[in-house]
Structures are given as C-alpha cells and as structure tokens.
C-alpha cells in the first residue's frame, strides 16, 4: 500500500514539475496572444525569437451564412513536436460565429465560461510526436453568424516542441489572420444582375 501511494505521489510530482507533458492533451484556454489573452509562452518560453513560423490558410473575406476552411501549421527546422490554439472575434474583441472540428482526433473544441470565447486547440494525438521540421497541421471550420461583421480576427498560437519531455528546448510563435465581412450590397454587385441593375440607376 505504501509503495502504491508512492508510486502516485511521484507520478503527481513529475507531471506537476513538467507543464508540458501535462498540458500536451489537453492545453489551458485563452493562451492565443488575443487582447486580455497570454500566450503559450509562459510555459514553453521563447516567444517569437526562433526561426520558425506559423502558416494559414484561410480566405480574406466571408459573407453571411459562410462556413469558411482554415488550415494551420507550424514549422521549424529541428523541431519535433506541435501545437496551437486559436479562437475568433470581432472588432469589439468579442467572440464571434462557430466554430467547428472536422477532425476531432487531433483536435478539440472549449469554451471559456466568462468570456464565452471559443478555442480550437490541438489533443494530445494531434502534437504528432517524432515529425520533424514542419506540423501535418490541424484543420477546422468557422461558420459565419447570419449578422455579418464587418471583421474577424483569428488569433493564433503555435508550439514548436523538441519533444524532449519538459518545455526547455520549444519554441511560441504567434500571429493573427484578418477576414473582411463582405454586405449583402457588395455581394449583390458582383454578380451579373447586379452589374445589369446598376446600369439602370
């Protein structure tokens, strides 16, 4: 009995000590870099000082009722293990629309109970342990609330880990990805009955 509660006890002690294995599957909310936000940082350190970087992929403009693809990725050379978070708001710095997993293996949904901010952020799965250089990156969708704003902004974190079980070694990057609402008049406009009635104005 006593040498099964040490046996916890140790196991408590070394997840304690190393945040990193802790948080691999299941990472802290609000560490994007968005306003009133920290970033992943506080624990793997080097905030954008290292030679890596993250990469969207992602439209510059939505329209009401949209749902809209992003992809993410992270890479750097020598690194060996990935993470992210991201969440959406609006001008007002207020969450905005849904977000959406499409792969819920690598990759999972929270909300934070006072801000109502929703976070897409990776699983333990999806840090991919052992792939060198560049993340498989994590894909997700946001659908558009029907009252268009006139901008989002994603807010994105990215973990480049050396996979050597503690946070020593990993490097935090961020950055932000801005899509412009397009007007119900503006899409109108585009297309060919548009064009036609604004001959006739």
């Given at each position: 009995?006593?040498?099964?509660?040490?046996?916890?006890?140790?196991?408590?002690?070394?997840?304690?000590?190393?945040?990193?294995?802790?948080?691999?599957?299941?990472?802290?909310d609000?560490?994007?870099?968005?306003?009133?936000?920290?970033?992943?940082?506080?624990?793997?350190?080097?905030?954008?000082?290292?030679?890596?970087?993250?990469?969207?992929?992602?439209?510059?403009?939505?329209?009401?009722?949209?749902?809209?693809?992003v992809?993410?990725?992270?890479?750097?050379?020598?690194?060996?293990?990935?993470?992210?978070?991201?969440?959406?708001?609006?001008?007002?710095?207020?969450?905005?629309?849904?977000?959406?997993?499409?792969?819920?293996?690598?990759?999972q949904?929270?909300?934070?109970?006072?801000?109502?901010?929703?976070?897409?952020?990776?699983?333990?799965?999806?840090?991919?342990?052992?792939?060198?250089?560049?993340?498989?990156?994590?894909?997700?969708r946001?659908?558009?609330?029907?009252?268009?704003?006139?901008?989002?902004?994603?807010?994105?974190?990215?973990?480049?880990?050396?996979?050597?079980?503690?946070?020593?070694?990993?490097?935090?990057?961020?950055?932000?990805?801005?899509?412009?609402?397009?007007?119900?008049?503006?899409?109108?406009?585009?297309?060919?009955?548009?064009?036609?009635?604004?001959?006739?104005?």
């Amino acid at each position: 009995m006593l040498r099964a509660t040490a046996a916890i006890a140790a196991l408590v002690l070394l997840w304690s000590a190393d945040p990193g294995i802790a948080r691999s599957g299941n990472p802290p909310d609000a560490r994007t870099g968005a306003p009133g936000e920290s970033t992943c940082a506080g624990c793997h350190g080097n905030l954008n000082t290292g030679n890596g970087s993250i990469v969207v992929t992602a439209p510059d403009a939505f329209a009401s009722g949209d749902t809209i693809d992003v992809f993410v990725q992270v890479e750097d050379a020598g690194q060996s293990r990935w993470g992210f978070e991201v969440t959406v708001l609006d001008d007002s710095d207020q969450a905005v629309g849904s977000m959406i997993l499409t792969d819920p293996a690598r990759t999972q949904l929270s909300v934070a109970g006072g801000s109502g901010r929703q976070y897409v952020k990776h699983t333990s799965l999806g840090t991919d342990p052992g792939t060198p250089n560049v993340s498989p990156g994590w894909g997700f969708r946001w659908a558009v609330p029907v009252s268009t704003p006139e901008a989002v902004t994603f807010y994105i974190v990215g973990i480049a880990a050396n996979g050597n079980g503690s946070t020593s070694g990993d490097y935090t990057y961020t950055d932000v990805h801005v899509m412009d609402g397009v007007s119900a008049s503006i899409e109108e406009d585009e297309t060919t009955w548009g064009k036609i009635k604004s001959l006739f104005r």
